[in-house]
């Protein structure tokens, strides 16, 4: 299992990172992103102490953890610049957090995120086809959640993805132990979204693939 949204005690998570990566290791995870939520405010502080954890992660450990970011609830017109801030402090994903039903998002914050250097559009709700097109366009992963709320549109965004060739990626969101899963119940969270074991293995694939993009760098 490959999850790339994950949260620690960075921003609203209970875990710090080295056990958060240990009990992702016992669930079932061979490759973890930590995320946590960031605007303007705290970008500086959590991405350069996520970085350091997961140098530490990586090098003691037998998980891989890369750094990344969830820029969250931000107006739409900061994405672009906050995604840029986002690498050069070291974020090698970024997510930003997209616009579920389960929250107040502002909207145009899909469209903003996929026109900006982003990896991944975290549970993006009722996206709209241009959206989804937008998505395809830039190849920006569009995510099927395992988070209570956020998964309530994981068959919209999948027949979307499906109907505008836009790539998938499952994440757990995980803010506690008990949200780990591993590669079957995931299979499980994907085909209750609609989406048949050829897609499924698709899913797996993209977030294989971008995992090999970053190739050395942690």
Known sequence: MID??????????????????????VAGCRVIAITDHADRSNLDFIIPRIVRACESINRFGTIRAVPGIELTHLHPQEIS?????????????????????????MPGTNQAALKADIDILA???????????????RSVLLE????KGHSLTNGHVAQQ????GA???????????GDLIGRAYARIVAGGAGLTDPEIDAMFQNAQR??????GAV
């Open 167 to 177: 790539g998938l990626v499952l994440n757990t969101d995980s803010h506690a132990p």
């Open 210 to 215: 971008l995992i090999d993009t970053i190739g």
């Open 161 to 164: 993805a499906r109907k505008y």
């Open 123 to 137: 549970h993006p709700g009722l996206i709209t086809g241009e959206d989804a097109a937008l998505a395809a366009e």
């Open 144 to 147: 099927i959640s395992a988070r």
């Open 4 to 25: 790339l949204h994950m949260h620690s005690i960075f921003s609203d998570g209970e875990l710090i990172p080295a056990e958060l990566a240990r009990r992702a290791e």
């Open 81 to 105: 610049s906050l995604a840029a801030e986002s690498r050069e402090l070291g974020a090698l994903i970024v997510v930003v957090h997209g616009e579920t039903v389960a929250e107040p998002v």
